[in-house]
Nanobody
Framework: QVQLVESGGGLVQAGDSLRLSCEAS????????VGWFRQAPGKEREFVAA???????LYADSVKGRFTISRENADKIAYLHMKNVKPEDAAVYFC???????????????????WGQGTQVTVST
């Protein structure tokens, strides 16, 4: 079992940078794959980025080159570094943890068993 708490969201201007954090507690964090997802009002939850337990990463095309997922296993924290934020990035961002059994990062939200409560990112133009 792992518990996740996101933080770092807020109001940001288009073009600026933001870093979201996901703090974990419970089981050994290094054993878990981590994913970031987002959900905008009226839209379905969508995949943003993932990091398998073996440190392979995967990004949605819409954020590739702008967002970076990273993690500090010793501190049980995962990050989503967002740069050149766009209005369409506005959403509630969730981090999730799943079994670290696959080398390939997973974009399917059903792979992840544990979820945080989300943190709101608002983008002004």
């Amino acid at each position: 079992q792992v518990q996740l708490v996101e933080s770092g969201g807020g109001l940001v201007q288009a073009g600026d940078s933001l870093r979201l954090s996901c703090e974990a507690s419970g089981s050994t964090f290094s054993l878990y794959a981590v994913g970031w997802f987002r959900q905008a009002p009226g839209k379905e939850r969508e995949f943003v980025a993932a990091d398998s337990a073996s440190r392979n990463t995967l990004y949605a095309d819409s954020v590739k080159g702008r967002f970076t997922i990273s993690r500090e296993n010793a501190d049980k924290i995962a990050y989503l570094h967002m740069k050149n934020v766009k209005p369409e990035d506005a959403a509630v961002y969730f981090c999730a943890a799943g079994p670290g059994i696959r080398m390939t990062p997973q974009r399917d939200h059903t792979f992840y068993h544990f979820w945080g409560q989300g943190t709101q990112v608002t983008v002004s133009t």
